[in-house]
């Protein structure tokens, strides 16, 4: 391209070397900016599409083929992913310490409302397989499922703890050291979830009910990792 002058303008090699989802933890709240930009901010809108077109598929489908008690169960299980979701985009991109603790306070509220709905849709699940035990855990769906609240579970009480309570732990600097594991296990129990919902297209409930395409859910849950994994910052997960 030539500039004003004539002379041929030069492209920094860096531009043109520049990845086109951008480097890892390229997005970075800045110091003018309200929290509530975290989720749009860098790649993060992909996430945002991804969830949300997760969610509608699901919901879609319910209310197409009819409400009953069991359409409780992926009802909130999507909506417990969305929140989860949610709450990872919120606190990624904090930088200064400010942003940091109001993005703890944001993310803890955003997965409390999400492992809530997880838990009651658990009960409902639980619920409608009460009067026949025998079929609980025949699926891969129902497997992966359990661990995946489980792991869940375990991940919001150690997250609260070492913020909230750290003195449980032995003090402040004994709950900052978990802070990168907490991280790193973050993002492994989103990966189970988003896999827990693509092995849910194979239950029988879902192959002569809803219908809901596994083609479908693996685009809605590829563009929800390509959002979230740019905004990852190698320094927090303490590489």
């Given at each position: 391209?030539?500039s004003a002058t004539g002379i041929p303008e030069q492209v920094p090699?860096?531009?043109?070397?520049?990845?086109?989802?951008?480097?890892?933890?390229?997005?970075?709240?800045?110091?003018?900016?309200?929290?509530?930009?975290?989720?749009?901010?860098?790649?993060?809108?992909?996430?945002?599409?991804?969830?949300?077109?997760?969610?509608?598929?699901?919901?879609?489908?319910?209310?197409?083929?009819?409400?009953?008690?069991?359409?409780?169960?992926?009802?909130?299980?999507?909506?417990?992913?969305?929140?989860?979701?949610?709450?990872?985009?919120?606190?990624?991109?904090?930088?200064?310490?400010?942003?940091?603790?109001?993005?703890?306070?944001?993310?803890?509220?955003?997965?409390?409302?999400?492992?809530?709905?997880?838990?009651?849709?658990?009960?409902?699940?639980?619920?409608?397989?009460?009067?026949?035990?025998?079929?609980?855990?025949?699926?891969?769906?129902?497997?992966?499922?359990?661990?995946?609240?489980?792991?869940?579970?375990?991940?919001?009480?150690?997250?609260?703890?070492?913020?909230?309570?750290?003195?449980?732990?032995?003090?402040?600097?004994?709950?900052?050291?978990?802070?990168?594991?907490?991280?790193?296990?973050?993002?492994?129990?989103?990966?189970?979830?988003?896999?827990?919902?693509?092995?849910?297209?194979?239950?029988?409930?879902?192959?002569?009910?809803?219908?809901?395409?596994?083609?479908?859910?693996?685009?809605?849950?590829?563009?929800?990792?390509?959002?979230?994994?740019?905004?990852?910052?190698?320094?927090?997960?303490?590489?």
């Open positions: 391209m030539a090699a860096s531009s043109e070397q520049e990845p086109l989802l951008g480097r890892p933890g390229d997005a970075t709240q800045q110091s003018d900016q309200g929290l509530y930009y975290n989720f749009f901010t860098g790649t993060a809108i992909l996430a945002q599409v991804g969830v949300w077109i997760l969610a509608a598929i699901i919901w879609a489908a319910i209310f197409e083929h009819g409400v009953m008690f069991f359409s409780a169960h992926p009802l909130l299980q999507s909506a417990g992913v969305l929140f989860l979701v949610q709450a990872i985009l919120i606190v990624q991109p904090t930088a200064t310490q400010k942003q940091k603790r109001d993005g703890t306070w944001a993310h803890s509220a955003l997965n409390f409302v999400g492992v809530g709905a997880l838990v009651a849709g658990v009960v409902v699940i639980e619920l409608n397989k009460a009067p026949h035990p025998d079929q609980r855990f025949k699926s891969p769906h129902g497997i992966l499922g359990m661990i995946t609240f489980g792991l869940i579970c375990i991940q919001a009480i150690v997250g609260f703890v070492q913020y909230w309570t750290p003195s449980l732990l032995g003090g402040v600097d004994n709950g900052k050291a978990l802070y990168k594991y907490h991280r790193v296990s973050g993002y492994t129990v989103l990966f189970a979830a988003l896999a827990t919902v693509a092995t849910a297209t194979q239950t029988d409930f879902n192959k002569n009910v809803l219908g809901v395409r596994l083609w479908a859910v693996l685009v809605a849950i590829v563009l929800v990792l390509i959002g979230i994994i740019p905004r990852v910052k190698p320094a927090k997960l303490g590489f």
